[in-house]
């Protein structure tokens, strides 16, 4: 007879979280590349709580995104990390190193895209790069590859010889990235912070493979987005944030399977109909009788729900399906219930 709770010896079958609490006193390298427990931070007089016992456990090499609406205390967060700013409450290490206590020693193993205020400019992407390169101990010819490589890497070739100024948000947001690897060792830790708010589409792209192609090499990437789809095609592992507090937290399959992944928007033709159905619905909208149900988007699925929902075919005037958006999953996985009708 086996015991369906046994460990089932998957690997060395050790006990990953019990390595962690005991891992520094062992000596041993900590499996997480960033790790806090409990922060928490207030501003303001009365102080508003915007981050309240947050827990975050990335492992080395993978990519953490860290989602969440305006004012959800990502940037925050980051910035407590990153050591920018101190916690009220709570302990951090990142890159086996305390946040408060080690900071010199987690400034030099991070790097925080945006805090490259050095990039100048009035010269040109390469121009940049060499500099910095040559800041950093560098040889003339040494810098010289380094900056090559990064351009390469960065997908900056073509604009290495334009002025900084004429370069795209997308442009920029890479060449910062760029201008963080000329002197660290890497892999290292990435912190990007709305990596992509504001960028074209194709911008958004370049930049998901600038962090594909970080993670490949082995550095560990936390990076805050508002958009589900960015999470979902990039994180290893995603957590929720929402008013301060780490609302979920696992893959990007785990929470889809927590929440249907589509919305069917249907319009009602009556009121009846709409108060009806309003129960059952994630999303509602009473001025045009629309209502949202949860499906996970196949045609068997949502032709069932027609048939259940409006047999006679005489309750729903038109309907519309969507990808679920990240209000849904946040409604879903949080306890705040819109107001019906
Ligand atoms: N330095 C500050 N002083 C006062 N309030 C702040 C400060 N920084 C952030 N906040 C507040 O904390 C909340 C979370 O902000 P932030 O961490 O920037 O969220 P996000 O990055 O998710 O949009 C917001 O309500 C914001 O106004
Ligand atoms: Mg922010």
Redo the contacts with the bound molecule.
Sequence with gaps: MTDPTADTGRGTGRDIGRDIEQGVERGAEPPYAIEARGLGKS??DPA?R?LDSVDLRVERGTVFALL??????????VRVLATLTTADAGVARVAGYDVVAERAAVRRAISLTGQFAAVDETQTGEENLRMTARLTGLSRAAARRRAEELLVRFDLTDAARRLVRTYSGGMRRRLDLAAGLVGSPEPGVFFLDEPTTGLDPRSRRQLWQVVRELAGRGATVLL?TQYLEEADRLADRIAL?HQGRIAAEGTAGALKSRVAGHRLDLVLTSRQGYLRLAGRAVHHSPETLTLGLPTDGSAAHVRALLDEIDPDGTEIDRFSLHSATLDDVFLALTSEVPAHV
């Design positions: 501003y303001g508003v915007v969440g609406p305006n004012g959800a205390g990502k940037t925050t967060c805050t944030l």
